[in-house]
């Protein structure tokens, strides 16, 4: 697929999924602007890519700092033609151990990042009758829940919630919404689950293992492309089918 002259936006960009989407869009010919608080790992990511890359530490939790993000891509690459709202967290726990911290922290980050970064981007591009295409990374855990993830799977149903009524908006401006849900990743973020849980996960999977960051980015890159411009308000599952129904 190719993107050549695109100019996409990634969050989440220093590790893991979000990672491996910044380099499947460059790899597909895009300028990525990637974005992520953690600026060591950030470095590393634009290190790899080269080419007109460009780095944007900004914690998506700090609203005057996505507006500060948003000015700073524009003058650096103009409007986007792609933005991915790969960024997110989690901390795996029962629901009776978290702490109002944890759960503020999540929306904050999970949820209110996508929204407000979105909104950022749209005023702009709206204004210039700009196209965009934009990607959100939800989780199946948002589809069908997961037990030690209770708030964390509540502010990825409302990320594909989100992109639905988005998709239903944006739509009579050419633009499209779109939602790509993993399942258990090879990431470091799954790497922090205990060992009893990380090895039912894959048992439960029918193909027997984790799906690789890079699988979940050629999805993105589809609905990224010319091929999905009559896709809008999906959300596409990426699980070796471990959620096969809802």
């Given at each position: ?5 695109k100019?996409?936006?990634v969050?989440?960009?220093?590790s893991?999924?979000g990672?491996a ?11 990525v ?14 290190r790899s ?67 407000r ?22 989780s199946d ?12 799977a ?26 790509v ?8 973020l ?11 996960l ?14 979940i ?30």
């Amino acid at each position: 697929m190719e993107l050549g002259n695109k100019v996409a936006v990634v969050t989440g960009a220093a590790s893991g999924i979000g990672r491996a989407i910044a380099m499947g869009l460059a790899a597909a010919g895009a300028t990525v602007a990637a974005v992520d608080r953690d600026g060591e790992g950030l470095a590393s990511t634009v290190r790899s890519i080269g080419g007109a890359t460009t780095a944007h530490q900004a914690d998506l939790a700090d609203k005057q700092a996505i507006l500060a993000l948003r000015d700073e891509v524009v003058a650096a690459h103009g409007l986007p033609d792609v933005i991915v709202n790969a960024a997110g967290f989690d901390r795996a726990e029962p629901f009776m151990q978290n702490d109002d911290a944890l759960w503020e922290a999540l929306a904050a980050v999970n949820f209110l990042g996508p929204v407000r970064l979105t909104h950022a981007f749209l005023e702009p591009i709206l204004a210039a009758e700009h196209r965009v295409k934009i990607v959100n990374i939800a989780s199946d855990a948002g589809r069908v829940g997961s037990v030690g993830e209770t708030v964390y799977a509540g502010t990825k149903g409302g990320l594909i919630a989100f992109t639905k009524s988005l998709a239903r908006e944006m739509a009579r401006h050419g633009i499209t919404v779109n939602c790509v849900c993993p399942g258990p990743t090879d990431t470091p973020l799954f790497a922090t689950l205990p060992e009893k849980v990380r090895e039912a996960l894959v048992r439960a999977i029918p193909f027997r293992r984790l799906a690789k960051p890079e699988e979940i980015a050629d999805a993105v890159l589809f609905f990224a492309s010319d091929r999905a411009n009559y896709v809008t308000g999906q959300v596409l599952s990426v699980s070796g089918g471990l959620t096969m129904a809802g």
